[in-house]
Structures are given as C-alpha cells and as structure tokens.
DNA sequence: TTTTGCAATATGTCTAGACATTAAAGAGCG
DNA sequence: CGCTCTTTAATGTCTAGACATATTGCAAAA
C-alpha cells in the first residue's frame, strides 16, 4: 500500500480500510467529523476532505443532521478496458501490423445513421490487424466526421484508427456489445482461419456529449483472444484483457 | 446536467464544459488558481477544490510550480455487471427455467484446485438454464464450501447458483475471461444446437479477500446472447492511468 | 391527539490566511 | 561551457474560524 502522504490520505485510508475489511458493515455510523478531528488532532476541513473523497469514491453515504455512514454495496460490475488492439499486442511482446483494405468519405446512409446516430460526413475503414505478421483481428469502423474532422487528415494505414482515436479525442460515453459468431467465408478468407470458426465480436459505439464519434465492430479469432476483466474494490486498478 | 448547487461546483463544470467540448484540448494550460480566484471572487481553496475534483476524475493533470493541464485521453474502462443469467433473462421479457444435471461434494481434486485455488471439501454443479422453455447456457461450477459452507444447505434446483451467491456472499474481488469457442459434440447436444456452433465462453473467478469463493465456466450460445456494457465517464471513480 | 413551530446538531460550503513542496529559471563559479 | 546553488512561482496541505442547510426531536398550540 502506498504511503499516505498528507494526513487527509491517511485518514480515508484508514476508514477505507474498515470499510474493505468488513469491520464497518453497510450501514454503520461513522464516526462524526468532531470526532475524528480529535482523534487526529486536526482541523475540521482536514477531515470533512477525506470523508468527502469516501463519498466520491461511493463507500459512504453522508447526510446532514444524521451522520455518515458505510455505503451499501450497489455495484456488483467490473472494469473492462476499451482495448487498444496496437498496444495490447505489443505489450504482449508481439509485433503489431497494420493493413488498411479500405477507406471512404461519404454522405451518411441509411446503415451507417443507424450505426452512428448520426448525420453528415462519415469516413468508413477496414482494416486487418496483424499479430507476429498473421492475422488477428478484422476491423469495420464508422467515424464521425462532423465531431472529429481531424480524421480526415489521419494516416490510418500506420496508426490503427482505434489507436488515433484514444489519443486524440477525450470521449464520455461508450457501450459496448460481445457476442459470439461462426466466421462466413469472407471473414474466414481475410482472417485465414476455416469457415466457421468461433469468432468473438466486440461491438462499441463511443460519445462525446450527445455526439457520436465512432462505431466499430472488430472480430477476433476466439482461438487466439480473450477479453479478461479483472475486479479489485481495493483499488479499482488493475483490469487487463490480453490476446494468447 | 444537474444545477450546479456549490460555487466549486460551478467552477468544476465550466472547466469540465471547456475539456469535453473539445475548446481545450489536451495539453492546454488552465488558468492559475489565482486567476480563477479573481475571475470567480472566490478563496483559493475553492478554485483548489474544484480543481482537485477534476483531478479525481482524470480531466486534468497538475505539476506544482508548473501549472495545470487538460490530460491527455486515458485509456479508459467500461464497467460490466456481473452477469446473473435469471435476472438478465427475466429482464428481457423471458421466462426462466433451472435444470441442475449434477450435484456433488468432494475434496478438491487437482483440477479443482486448479480452478480455484484453494483446498478442502468442494461442491461441483452442473446445470442448464433455460430460456422460455428452451436451453440458453451451459453453467460448471465449483463452490469452495469452506468459505462458503451455507451453500451446502442451498437447493440449487430452484435458485441458480450465481444468483444464490450474489444475494448471500460479498465479494471483493473477480475475474472474467471470455472467449469465443465452437461448441463440441456433448456441449451441443445439451445446448441443441449444431456442433460447431459458435459459443461465448465466460469464466469467472471470484474472491473475498483471500479466500476464493467459486469459479464458474457459462457457456452461451452465441446467437442468443449478448454482453452488453455501457459506460459514463461522469460517475467513474478515479483510475490513475499514465496518459497515453 | 394531531399539527405546527422551534431549537439543536451534523454536514456543506466558504474564507483568508499560513507554511511546505516541487521544479523551472537564473546566478555564480570553476 | 558545464556544474552547483539560490531564487521564485505554482501547487499541496492545513488551520480556525464563519455562515448555510437539512433533518431530527421536542414542545407548544390547535
């Protein structure tokens, strides 16, 4: 654990640490801030901080008048990264490769406003990410042109567009859809796996506000790819998905 | 958006207007505090509050005697609900049926051990959930009955198992895989579906704290479901990623 | 008995300072 | 020119108050 460094961090550790441990059931009084400011030895504010950091960090619940209590436990969820297929492979030790099949800019049609919610200029990419120089994953992509018009300049046929995207546009919303498809054959063909192969589909659409940015729809090889998610309410911190 | 109540409030969602609109971009030196203090009227700490909220939610990066600056986009993470397949198929309008194929108390065995980690007596379920009358998921399940021995009194036959636990057990800790595989001759015969099917494969893992609770392998077929995970950044409890 | 009003109290917000910490920029020197 | 030392500017933390606001319990009035 890292070292609380001001007295604020050591105080919401140390009720966090009541909290994760189970001391402090859901529902439990906290101690009032009077309290905790004599059993610190310290200001008001000091205190009323670190409760306020528990508070935004959903592990209590503050009322006035009342008190402050241990939060019930809302969310049984986990934390998923929005993958990045560049990184993932290269921090797997493995070298990443990019071909571009194809790159348009056009008018949004009936398919892609249904895909992005969106009107006006769309550019639609496909391209094959590559593994140790052999197929990995085949991606479909609608962006946004009206909200994110520096595509348009883009390079897309060395940086992955997924890549681009998450370093260029801050985005506030995304859903996300897995499921679980046999190759057809023209999947099976660019991906060079046999005709009905197990492929795990990974389909996000991503905001900005209300507007749309992108769309995407990639297809792995669920031989050669696992999404791993991994939950700590500790720290919140690691989640990891990772190709084999 | 909700009516700013607070002054720092106010300040916290103009600044956060400005980021996610694009009008400052990453990289863009924000104000100092002392000019947000003049331009607002207000004490220092009030610009420090707001100014730390934003920090908490990764919109913003401070480096003393430098500045503050827009972040750079985080590769962020999506939350999944951990799926309780009764409740996700009653919530589609469908109705719900159990079948348990197998129920057994053992001491753990390697591959049990394997698969959870742990030693001692164990409980192994197979069983078959069923949407309107017709098979949805193939669910094998190992339940460490020494963190958990009130599931040896639990009738499985009625409440699935994963809905059993998620109302009696708190956990701490998860971890999902999923993948994507073509259904094998037995797999498909319980499923009724062709063999090769293209199937979701989900495993988890769940702890509290050290002690590992159960581990369960879902198989879906693909056709049928989906994942879904949708994500806003605004309720996201602080990740402490480098930039990209 | 029921309702209304009031006082008590815990949190919510804010102020005007203070000193600490860090890192950039400049000063002095070999 | 390259090195160390000092200055300085911006954030980080903290204090000892102040008033605001919401909620509870109690007391008085209907």
Redesign the interface.
Known sequence: MKAASSLHEKIRETIEGKI?S?AWVPGYRIPFERDLMSQYGCAR?TVNRALG?LV???LIVRRRRVGSFVAQ?H????????P?IK?DVVARGGSYGLRLLSRKVRKANRADEKALAGQGPVMVLRCLHLANGRPFALEDRIINLKAVPAAAAADFSVEPPGTWL?????????????????ADAATSEILDVPA??????LERRTW??KANITSVRQT?V??T??????????S??P?KHSAV
Chains 1, 2 share one sequence.
């Open positions: 994760l189970g504010m950091s935004d960090a959903g436990p969310i049984r969820s986990v934390i998923l990264d929005i990045d990184a998450l370093v260029h546009v801050p985005w506030t919303e995304a859903e996300h859809r897995i499921t679980a498809v046999n009905g192969e197990a492929c795990l589909l900005r506000g792995f669920g031989a790819y696992d999404l791993i998610a991994r939950f700590t309410s500790k919140m911190a989640q």
